[in-house]
């Protein structure tokens, strides 16, 4: 596609609820990372994949959170049992090549709200 | 660990004027720097990257200057425009892990017409 994807835009769960939220990197695209972004705050790296594989997972909060890239192209980031503390704006990033080398093209986010 | 700081306050300019952002950190010089915009309700968007054996780069009306003496970037917007409002926010690697970066907060800018 022209940019990165990411659905639902916005999204409310009520707390304990399990959410999934999709991410379509740029075609051919390699590196896929994961942020969470609160209100005011700059970007909190979550998880990066290089394919399918994932090669960083460091930065998830809990092991409530899930990411996964089957097929290294679409990623899915789940929350299980949603807590207040998970609302935040999810911000999904891909890169032809690693990103030492130049840009991370960010998709739009996905603003979470839990209730 | 590493810490960033960006100006804190927000930055009102008149239009015409050059802006001036700073991002500085505290604990090691990272392998390189990048700033990125992002406007409300949108993912940031990439304007430049520098690496540590760089001293300044520009793209357009855009300059960034990287001082590892000092532990800091300055990025200029020279003629700024209203259009260029938006928030402003540095990203540096992360030492032995340079698919990682660190994110600073942001700086709000206001161009007035």
């Known amino acids: 596609g022209a940019g990165v994807s990411q659905s639902p835009r916005y999204k409310v769960a009520k707390r304990g609820q399990d959410v999934a939220l999709r991410c379509d990197p740029i075609s051919g695209h390699v590196s896929l990372f994961w942020y969470q972004q609160a209100l005011g705050q700059g970007p909190e790296f979550l998880t990066y994949?290089?394919?399918?594989?994932?090669?960083?997972k460091s930065g998830l909060p809990s092991d409530r959170f899930f990411a996964e890239r089957p097929e290294g192209s679409v990623s899915t980031l789940k929350i299980q049992r949603t807590q207040q503390e998970d609302s935040a704006v999810y911000l999904c990033?891909?890169?032809?090549?690693?990103?030492?080398?130049?840009?991370?093209?960010f998709g739009e986010g996905s603003r979470l709200t839990v209730l | 660990s590493q810490k960033i700081e960006q100006n804190s306050e927000a930055l009102n300019i008149q239009e015409g004027k050059t802006a001036t952002l700073t991002c500085n950190y505290t604990n090691y010089s990272p392998a390189y720097l990048q700033w990125y915009r992002q406007d409300p309700g949108r993912g940031p968007v990439f304007l430049l990257l520098i690496r540590e054996n760089e001293k300044e780069k520009r793209k357009e009306r855009l300059k960034v200057t990287f001082d590892t003496t000092l532990k800091q970037s300055l990025f200029h917007i020279t003629a700024s425009q209203p259009a260029d409002s938006a928030t402003y926010l540095c990203a540096l690697s992360k030492a032995g892990n340079n698919r990682k970066l660190i994110w600073g907060l942001g700086t709000s800018l206001a161009v007035n017409p």
């Open positions: 990033a891909s890169t032809h090549r690693g990103v030492n080398t130049g840009e991370l093209f």
């Open positions: 994949f290089q394919n399918e594989a994932q090669l960083d």
